[in-house]
Each structure stands twice: as structure tokens, then as C-alpha cells.
């Protein structure tokens, strides 16, 4: 769907008016494209103290093929940095908070277009002190108000770094790379938990996926598309699962990604088996199982029916468990490997709930409360499980939202504008990516840091 309130406002007189009366001009974001570098200019990279982290950053960066640059307070640029990290896992007093905005500050200010902003910190919880707890937890508040702040398609995230990933080098160069990158163009604002895990090398960035079979539901149309595609990109053999009423776009998308395309309602007695069956047939195992699938059926909640509430929480929700239940039996032939992923998608609707949409709000909740204890369930078995929240994307069902609400759904966030389906992509690829295992039980969302929920 075309945003053409952005196109009229940055271009030609429109752009012009815009700047005279001071509109919002929504930044055209930089999105990722195969061979595309990590970052179009230095990280300018810094920390408190010791700053144990910050060697580790710099060889992230430096892996990647990028530039690093001191971040400190009496840095001067001579080129725009494309991106700030600041290893803050150190700080255990309000004072030494001071040494972050010293450094940070004048980085911010020389930050180029579509540029990031990465805090990395200690998790409070981890913190017996209640001054450190203090210290770390004030990092969260100034991510949130610097993602605000930044103009240009700039991005603000925070990284938690739990107990031994401080010094494990491979758990944090995925979730580092992803919010470096423009893959996370529309994450801001968001913490991201990294444990330390059986994280294997990554031969290929590009390809991070290859030779491994993914299940995507709900693959026929809209962020389900997408998301087939960015994986295929990224070299999974990927199954596509929709309905038979899709039969016809499912199969378009399965043949343009050389996918297998499976029509099945993901809500008969028999889903998983299927899905298993089909993995069979093309490897020894599943890698990854994304539950895209959904639907709505709005109504206020004093009208809801039996029907509309229990075939959007039956959709949503209760099929994810029914699915996993098999794919997650080590007795399925074409089940989910140990070492596996399980990525579901949630939405913002789950966390500040939406008129006329109490069914929904509450299937996407669940699905969040299903990955938080599912995490923990599976962590022996080293598969990781997380969710994708996204806020308003660009789809065929938010062009039938009335203009005024479509506006409001589209400006009220840092970036000031929709997102796209492929950003949710994205997202999800770097949470199944065998990089990312130190990352499970996380809802990250996909909002361009929305006011919604927060």
C-alpha cells in the first residue's frame, strides 16, 4: 500500500510546503539488499570503565568489513558515523551514567541518515545492588528517548547482555549485526535479551539460512509473503502453508522462491502430521516452524459471539499448540530438530489491546505468554523460541482501515510512517538465523517504536 501523504511531503513543491509549516516529512528508511554493506560509515564505539564489551563490538564491526571510531566525550568527526554502540554493561552507579551521556551526546549529534544507536547493558534482575539495578535500568529509558529524538530514519535498541554472553563473542554478533543493519529498519526502541549458547559459526551473512527447511503458515499473501521470500533469500528450503482458498496465490509465492507450497487448514486434527509429512519429504528434519497464520473477526467485545471468539483465538493460537505438539515429539518423522527454532508472530494489539478487537488482543497476548514459557521449556533441548510483534504494516487489510485511523496508525511512532511487510520478515529470518541462539523467550516488536502499548 502506497503512503502518498510521505510522497507528497518529500518531493518537489510538496516538500517544500512541508518545510515552510513545518509538517512531518516521514524519512525514507534504508532497507536491506543482497550485497549491501553493514553500515555506510563508521561505528563510532565506546563504553563505561572497563568497558569489557567493547572489544568484542569492534571486532564485530571490523568482521563485517566496517570502520570503527572512538566514541568519547571529546571526539570530533570528520565523517558522519553510520552508527553508535556503547557497552554500559560496566555502570553500577547513577553517577557513572554521566561518562554515557559525555560520549553518546556528541556521537548522536553527528549521527548520518538512517543511522543506529545500540546500548548494551547488564539486565538489572542479574544485579543484587539496588543502585546498579538503578544504573542499568536507566539505560532502557534513555534508548526509548534518544529513539525518539533521532530524525532522519534513525533507529534506537538496547541489548541486554546476560551473565557469561558478556564474554561470548558469537551470541552477541547476530542480534549486534541485525540492529546495525538496515534489516531492522522499523525496530526502535526495543530491548533484546542475549544469553550465552551453543552459538555454531556463521560461514555466510548473506545466506545464514542455507540448505535448511522452514515452514512459513500463512504464506500465501501479505507479511506471509514476505516473509517466504526473505527467507528463500537467505537460502532456507522453505514450505509454504496457507488454505485452500489460496491456493492459487500461495502457489504464485511457493513458484517464485522455488518453495513447496502445502494447502492446509492449519486448524484441522491433523495439521502437524501433515506439515510433518511434508518436511519428510524434502529433508531429514525441520529447522525452523514460523506460525504467521491469522486472522480477525472485530467486534466490540459486548457483541462478540461464540463463533467470532473462538475462530480467532482456535486460528491464532490454540492451532500453534496443537502444531507443536507434534512437530515437537522426537518420535515425528519431519519434526522439529533439537537445536531447532519455533517463531511466532504477535502483535502490538496483544500489548495495548484495540477497540473492537478483544479476541485478537487476546490470541496475540497468548501468543507471547506461549513463548515466555515455551523458552524455558524447550531450553534443554537448545530450541529457541520468540515471538514478532508487529504495529501498523502496509498490507491489504490496513488499506480497508478508514483514512483518518489509517493516518493516526501510520504517524504515531518515532519514524512517522507504516511499515513494510518485509521488515516483519526480516525479523523473524534473524530469529531463526543459527547466530541468534542466544536469543529465546523474546517478543520484540516491529513497530518503528510505536506509541501503542508503550
Known amino acids: 500500500m502506497t503512503d502518498k501523504y510521505a510522497q507528497l511531503v518529500n518531493h518537489g513543491i510538496g516538500k ?38 567493547t572489544q568484542t563490538v569492534a571486532a564485530v564491526i571490523k568482521a563485517s568489513g566496517g570502520a570503527v571510531v572512538d566514541a568519547a566525550a571529546d571526539t570530533t ?44 547493558g547488564t539486565p538489572p534482575d542479574e544485579l543484587a545492588d539496588a543502585e546498579a539495578a538503578a544504573a542499568q535500568q536507566a539505560l532502557e529509558g534513555i534508548m526509548r528517548s534518544i529513539g525518539k ?26 542480534p549486534l549485526r541485525f540492529l546495525l543493519s538496515s534489516r531492522s529498519a522499523y525496530v526502535s526502541g526495543q530491548p533484546v535479551r542475549v544469553v550465552a549458547g551453543d552459538v555454531p559459526e556463521v ?46 496465490a500461495l502457489a504464485k509465492v511457493a513458484n517464485g522462491i522455488g518453495a513447496v507450497a502445502l494447502q492446509l487448514d492449519i486448524t484441522s486434527v491433523d495439521a502437524g502430521e501433515r506439515i510433518a509429512q511434508a518436511v519428510a519429504r524434502v529433508g531429514d528434519h525441520l529447522d525452523v516452524i514460523v506460525h504467521n ?19 480467532v483465538i482456535d486460528v491464532n493460537l490454540a492451532a500453534q499448540f496443537r502444531i507443536n505438539k507434534v512437530l515437537l515429539d522426537p518420535a515425528t518423522k519431519g519434526g522439529l530438530k533439537d537445536g531447532g527454532r519455533i517463531v511466532a508472530v504477535a502483535s502490538t494489539s496483544g500489548i495495548g489491546g484495540n477497540r473492537g478487537q478483544a479476541n485478537y488482543a487476546a490470541s496475540k497476548a497468548g501468543v507471547m505468554g506461549m513463548v515466555r514459557q515455551l523458552s524455558k521449556n524447550l531450553a534443554d533441548r537448545h530450541i529457541t523460541v520468540n515471538a514478532v510483534a508487529p504495529g501498523f504494516i502496509e498490507t491489504e487489510m490496513t488499506s480497508k482501515i478508514p483514512l483518518a485511523t489509517r493516518e493516526v496508525g ?24 543459527p547466530g541468534s541462539a542466544g536469543v529465546t523467550g523474546q517478543v520484540l516488536r516491529v513497530c518503528g517504536q510505536s506509541q501503542l502499548g508503550a
Do not use: M
Open 149 to 174: 529524538e533521532l530524525r532522519a530514519g534513525g533507529t534506537a535498541n538496547l541489548i541486554w547482555l546476560q551473565g557469561e554472553a558478556r564474554g561470548d563473542s558469537a551470541a552477541l554478533a547476530a
Open 410 to 433: 501510520r504517524r504515531i511512532n518515532s519514524l512517522l510512517q507504516g511499515g513494510q511487510p518485509v521488515d516483519v520478515g526480516e525479523t523473524i529470518a534473524f530469529f531463526a538465523e
Open 77 to 120: 568527526y570528520a565523517d558522519k558515523p553510520a552508527a553508535v554502540v556503547f557497552d554500559a554493561t560496566a555502570a553500577r552507579t547513577l553517577k557513572e551514567l554521566e561518562e554515557l551521556r559525555a560520549a553518546v551526546g556528541p556521537a548522536v549529534k553527528a549521527l548520518g541518515r538512517c543511522g543506529r544507536v545500540i546500548l548494551i
Open 16 to 53: 517544500k510546503v512541508a518545510t515552510q509549516v513545518g509538517l512531518p516529512r516521514p524519512p525514507r528508511l534504508r532497507r536491506y539488499e543482497p550485497g549491501q554493506e553493514l553500515l555506510e560509515g563508521p561505528a563510532a564505539v565506546g563504553g563505561i570503565g572497563q568497558s569489557p564489551v
Open 203 to 248: 560461514d555466510d551473512w548473506q545466506t545464514p539460512l542455507k540448505g535448511e527447511v522452514a515452514v512459513i503458515t500463512g504464506a500465501a499473501r501479505g507479511i506471509g509473503a514476505d516473509i517466504a521470500h526473505v527467507f528463500a533469500r537467505a537460502g532456507a528450503n522453505v514450505i509454504a502453508v496457507d488454505i485452500p482458498a489460496a491456493g492459487d
Open 293 to 311: 497464520a491469522g486472522i480477525t473477526r472485530d467486534k466490540l467485545f459486548v457483541n462478540t459471539d461464540a463463533d467470532r471468539w473462538g475462530s
